[in-house]
């Protein structure tokens, strides 16, 4: 069977890989009293199944795992995937990772950073156990690890819950680091494909404004916006891409142009 979309595994670690930031909520101590979240600018998976975070040195929560020593403290990561176009309605998803957070060690912070960077090389980390940020406007912070409990995605389909074995198993997809400027160019530059794809779409929903919405090795995301609310629109490759030639040639297949390698026919 050909698949036709992201399994929600690989939902989670490109919406993980995507998001610039994420927000990290605590209950406090005493009662159901909630704490403000806080803005993680580090979250990142490893291999052991839990999240590496950055959160302020000198902040409450840090104060609270520090109180909490081995036992940890319930925590909550979120992480929202925005479109990258100004749509009617940004959110595309919202992921939400539940379990218990522990300070990392002194003595483990250093290999652990260097793991981070080779994969993930945020400038937010040279900020981790500096005591003051370089500038004024930087926050000194502490490396954090979040063991998970549970991870739940939602968006536009529903919510659904994934395990942590294939959340580790899952890579990001292959496109979702430039997915970005792919999409802004297409609709800045490229309007008569998007017309293109749109005509693909039921009739129903042609008379609304059709712009794009997301793009992986499984096929083209289109958000159709008319008076009666948004409707997404998966348009799936016949066979899932792994470069840039494969998505181009697939692309091509879906707005029905004869030329799939872009070359012009030859003569008779």
Same mark, same amino acid.
């Given at each position: 069977?050909?698949?036709?979309?992201?399994?929600?595994?690989?939902?989670?670690?490109?919406?993980?890989?995507?998001?610039?930031?994420?927000?990290?909520?605590?209950?406090?101590?005493?009662?159901?009293?909630?704490i403000?979240?806080?803005?993680?600018?580090?979250?990142?998976?490893?291999?052991?199944?839990?999240?590496?975070?950055?959160?302020?040195?000198?902040?409450?929560?840090?104060?609270?795992?520090?109180?909490?020593? !081995? @036992?940890?403290?319930?925590? +909550?990561?979120?992480?929202? &995937?925005?479109? /990258?176009?100004? %749509? =009617?309605?940004?959110?595309?998803?919202?992921?939400?990772?539940?379990?218990?957070?522990?300070?990392?060690?002194?003595?483990?912070?250093?290999?652990?950073?260097?793991?981070?960077?080779?994969?993930?090389?945020?400038?937010?980390?040279?900020?981790?156990?500096t005591?003051?940020?370089?500038?004024?406007?930087?926050?000194?912070?502490a490396?954090?690890?979040?063991?998970?409990?549970?991870v739940?995605?939602?968006?536009?389909?529903?919510?659904?819950?994934?395990?942590?074995?294939?959340?580790?198993?899952?890579?990001?997809?292959?496109?979702?680091?430039?997915?970005?400027?792919?999409?802004?160019?297409?609709? !800045? @530059?490229?309007?008569?494909? +998007?017309?293109?794809?749109? &005509?693909?779409? /039921?009739?129903? %929903? =042609?008379?609304?404004?059709?712009?794009p919405?997301?793009?992986?090795?499984?096929?083209?995301q289109?958000?159709?916006?008319?008076?009666?609310?948004?409707?997404?629109?998966r348009?799936?490759?016949?066979?899932?891409?792994?470069?840039?030639?494969?998505?181009?040639?697939?692309?091509?297949?879906?707005?029905?142009?004869?030329?799939?390698?872009?070359?012009?026919?030859?003569?008779?």
């Amino acid at each position: 069977m050909t698949v036709t979309a992201p399994t929600t595994a690989e939902r989670i670690r490109s919406a993980c890989a995507r998001a610039g930031g994420a927000m990290l909520a605590v209950e406090g101590f005493n009662g159901p009293t909630s704490i403000e979240p806080i803005a993680t600018p580090v979250h990142h998976l490893l291999a052991d199944g839990s999240f590496a975070i950055t959160v302020p040195a000198d902040g409450l929560i840090t104060g609270m795992a520090v109180s909490a020593g !081995s @036992a940890g403290i319930q925590a +909550v990561l979120e992480m929202t &995937d925005y479109a /990258p176009l100004p %749509l =009617r309605e940004p959110v595309r998803a919202l992921v939400w990772i539940r379990g218990r957070m522990f300070l990392v060690p002194d003595a483990e912070v250093a290999p652990m950073l260097d793991v981070i960077a080779t994969e993930n090389p945020n400038p937010a980390l040279l900020q981790v156990n500096t005591g003051l940020g370089g500038r004024d406007d930087e926050t000194p912070y502490a490396l954090a690890r979040l063991e998970i409990e549970s991870v739940v995605v939602a968006d536009s389909t529903g919510a659904e819950s994934v395990g942590l074995g294939a959340l580790l198993a899952a890579d990001p997809d292959p496109f979702c680091g430039l997915e970005s400027c792919w999409l802004r160019h297409l609709e !800045s @530059a490229h309007r008569d494909v +998007v017309d293109r794809l749109a &005509d693909r779409l /039921p009739h129903t %929903l =042609r008379s609304g404004r059709v712009r794009p919405l997301g793009l992986d090795r499984y096929g083209v995301q289109l958000r159709v916006e008319d008076a009666s609310g948004d409707h997404d629109v998966r348009l799936p490759f016949a066979k899932p891409v792994d470069d840039v030639t494969g998505l181009s040639q697939a692309i091509r297949v879906l707005m029905g142009c004869p030329f799939l390698n872009g070359l012009r026919a030859r003569r008779i």
